[in-house]
């Protein structure tokens, strides 16, 4: 499931979900993203620059690039269970009030 970021409605990537058959859901244009994941992106760009602000001006090379990927898995180890708990608990109240403002606006 994805939204309608123009990077996931290109005709490119609606051929490759259409050649492969996986069926697309429509969504709102202006849909509010209710991924639990999306919270936790936060989290780890916070915990990664935390633990390796050197990472702030790093280049493109590949050497770069295996930093920041070891980087990451240290980073979203190093997040709380807490973290993931608190953002999972909130989503009935989230969903609650999606519903309740019939898909518009929330503070989420």
Known sequence: MHDNAS??????VVD???EIGIPLADHPL???DMNPIEHIWFHLKKQ????????????KGEADLQALESA???AWQAIPIEIFQKVLDSMPKRVTTLITVEGWYTKY
């Open 30 to 32: 202006f849909s509010p």
């Open 16 to 18: 490759w979900f259409t």
């Open 7 to 12: 990077i996931h409605t290109a005709y490119a």
């Open 72 to 74: 990451l898995v240290e």
């Open 48 to 59: 990664v620059l935390l633990l390796h602000p050197e990472l702030t001006d790093m280049g």
